[in-house]
């Protein structure tokens, strides 16, 4: 595709784990300054347009808020954030090949099945069963409300799903799906226009919003 892939990042948004063994949970601060120097080197070292392709539910409102806050100052280069859609089609023939999972989310039926694909000796389906993967649904009182503790609320044992009948076929076919979305990205991405243009008329209009047209 003609695009340098960057070393896997692992300084990632992961706070609402912190009371499972093992976690790592840098602060708020540092996991801001350090995502946003790295993109100031890629830039300092000649690249324009950077792609995020994020492979943790937990960074999502993050590198939501990290994306319109590139609006805060004047950049040199475009930020775009790869989020595939997951095909219902083919959903549909991973699901015939393993389970319906109506909880599958984290370590669910399609994850277990994408990690069985890459990794298989990492999953152990037969220990899937040992902790609940059903949501608590502890906050259903506040059905208009959010909460940092959403996810705490819903799967306290960091499992959302049932990975008991994951299969690598069934992975395979789903990792094939995002990764040909993935691709077509990189090719739009490669020829889009619009949002370095869009983006230096912005910052253009925002040095002097008096000269904004009303």
């Known amino acids: 595709m003609g695009a340098l892939v960057f070393p896997w990042y692992y300084f990632s948004q992961i706070n609402e784990v912190r009371l499972q063994p093992g976690t790592i949970a840098y602060s708020p601060e540092i996991i801001w300054k350090v995502l946003q120097e790295t993109l100031n080197e890629l830039s300092r070292n000649g690249f324009k347009k950077i792609i995020i392709i994020n492979g943790h539910g937990g960074n999502n409102a993050f590198l939501n808020y990290f994306g319109m806050a590139q609006l805060s100052e004047k950049r040199d280069y ?68 959010y909460s940092g503790i959403w996810w705490y609320a819903r799967y306290p044992n960091h499992y959302s799903g049932d990975g008991r009948k994951a299969n690598a076929q069934a992975g395979e076919l789903i990792l094939n799906s995002v990764v040909e979305q993935f691709v077509k990205s990189i090719q739009d991405i490669k020829a889009d226009k619009n949002v370095p243009e869009l983006q230096n008329q912005f910052f253009e209009e925002a040095e002097n919003p008096l000269d904004t047209k009303q």
């Open 78 to 145: 475009a930020l775009y954030w790869f989020q595939p859609d997951y095909d219902p089609e083919v959903i549909k023939k991973a699901e015939a090949l393993t389970q319906h999972d109506r909880y599958d989310q984290h370590a669910g039926n399609r994850e277990t099945s994408m990690v069985a694909a890459i990794v298989p000796d990492l999953v152990h389906p037969e220990k899937a069963g040992l902790q609940s993967g059903v949501d608590l649904d502890r906050l259903k009182n506040l059905p208009s409300v």
